[in-house]
């Protein structure tokens, strides 16, 4: 198996864009990190990595910026 590292920047939604951008070079992981938020900063906000998690094409790790 190939480990392949690429950075992109691209202007959008950027759950949308993660996902996009996933699909169409099929990857197999997405490493996403989170802030950890709750309550109703998180339903302000909105949380990306969460949407991504729900709707992305492959495997999603998810990991906190800050131990809990």
């Not at 990857?27 to 900063?41: A, D, F, K, M, S």
Request: aromatic share 2%; proline share 6%; net charge positive.
């Amino acid at each position: 198996m190939e480990l392949v590292q690429e950075r992109l920047i691209v202007t959008g939604a950027p759950a949308a864009e993660i996902m996009k951008c996933a699909a169409a070079k099929q990857v197999q992981l997405i490493i996403i990190g989170t802030h950890g938020r709750r309550g109703v900063t998180r339903f302000l906000m909105g949380s990306v990595a969460e949407r991504v998690l729900r709707e992305a094409p492959c495997a999603v790790l998810v990991v906190p910026a800050t131990p809990q």
